[in-house]
């Protein structure tokens, strides 16, 4: 985009219809045209391009639309964005029209997150990943302002993040065989089930590695009696636990599984919200927290907090995100007992350079203030 184009949009306050190649070159522009002293908001449309199909038990894709974000205060400029996969209910269209019904303007502080997210609950409702590509803005920049990264904001020991799973999705056996190659560098795995060949791809990864299996059914299982065959069946093969085994309105049944099987259950489709940490106790051992469910950062925090005081397991996932989503949430990482932050590595198109896999964790640059991701171009 050329510079009248860019301070036309930027001007009407709408979409910027920029590309995100030219993230720094828009940089330089919105210190010139945005308000002094006040948030400055700005978005663009960015389709993340998959390695792999995504092959789930109810649907198969390759790409996933996404939104990156900007705010911008005085020169300083945080990074966010919003992954949108279909089941979530979220477009590039939703995301964009919340986001343009925002008036961050009014806001000068950063670090009111709370109020600024007391303020888009009062915008729309739901609306979860957009308020969450504001939340992981706002956190960089209050972190780039402060000279921290969060994980030491609130206090963590980086070195007690659990080992990150890698997903291996369902997919004809020579495919999964290569996907298990490439998670050579992960301590874990995590399988999708919840198609008829379940134990087929867990007998194909056996054939290859003795590796920790997570196992996501993703509703998969509408029988509780073929469920709790499967959780005995995975038990016996080295799998950690079970995330999302039933359709989530099967609660109930859910609570009677949970009450015989050998392998924790962890929410997560039905999980969204932080007052779904309370609905979850009973019928679930622990929560699965996304950002992009979340709201962000900030409720994920209170979501860990939550959990804890009812005694429940806490595992922290993603969606298919940039280096940007995953290093926020990294960030949270030494507060939970399973991570699953592999999101920017089942894509090709990656735009940030952020958190990595270090000895099968995924670690954020230690030093480097707010989320720890800065855009590669
Ligand atoms: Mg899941």
Known sequence: MDRRKFLVSAGLGTMALVSPI????????????????????HFSPYELQLRHAFNLAKYSRTTTPDVQVRIELDGIVGY???????YLGES??????????????????????????????????DNRAAKASVDIALHDLVGKIMGQPWYKIWGLNPDLAPDTSFTIGIDKADVVRKKVDEAAPYNVLKVKMGLDNDKELVEIIRSKTDRPICVDANQGWDD????????HWLAER??????????????????????????PIVADEFFQRLPD???????????????????????????????????????????TETSCGISAAAQLAPMVDWADLDGNLLIANDIFDGAKIVNGKVSVPIDRPGIGAVPLV
Not at 29 to 39: N, V
Not at 277 to 298: C, E, F, P, Q
Request: hydrophobic share 40%.
């Open 224 to 231: 509780k009696e073929r469920a709790l065959e499967m959780c």
């Open 22 to 41: 030219s993230l720094s070159a828009v940089g330089i522009a919105t210190r010139k045209t945005g308000k002094t002293g006040r948030l400055n908001l």
């Open 80 to 86: 966010g964005e919003a992954s949108m996969p279909p």
């Open 238 to 263: 080295n799998c950690l636990f079970v995330e999302q085994p039933m359709p989530k309105e099967k609660i109930d049944e859910t609570a009677w599984l949970r009450e015989r099987s050998p392998l």
């Open 277 to 319: 940490v309370k609905r979850a106790h009973g019928a679930y051992d622990a929560i699965n927290i996304k950002l992009m469910k979340s709201t962000g950062m900030h409720e994920a925090y209170k979501m860990v907090a939550a959990a804890r005081a009812l005694g429940m397991k806490v595992m922290l996932g993603c969606m």
């Open 92 to 125: 590039v269209e939703s995301v964009t029209k919340f986001l343009s019904s925002l008036d961050l303007s009014q806001f000068s502080d950063p670090f009111r997150i709370e109020d600024i997210h007391e303020y888009m609950e009062s915008v729309a409702p």
